[in-house]
């Protein structure tokens, strides 16, 4: 599975658990999420 698949099933599958707001991050220092990531950090906001 690519980074880019994997960012888009959690970026659909938080919304539709009932989520208003989805933030990916690659690091907890709010890092974007490409090939230098380190972690993934999916944030869903209410």
Same mark, same amino acid.
């Given at each position: 599975?690519? *980074?880019? !698949? &994997? $960012?888009?099933?959690?970026? !659909? *599958?938080?919304? #539709?658990?009932? $989520?208003? +707001?989805? #933030? ?5 220092? &709010?890092?974007?999420?490409?090939? +230098?990531?380190? +972690? *993934? ?6």
């Amino acid at each position: 599975m690519s *980074l880019n !698949t &994997e $960012f888009c099933q959690i970026d !659909t *599958l938080l919304p #539709e658990a009932g $989520f208003a +707001k989805v #933030e990916i991050y690659g690091d907890r220092d &709010e890092s974007p999420y490409d090939r +230098k990531a380190v +972690k *993934l950090i999916a944030v869903g906001r209410m």
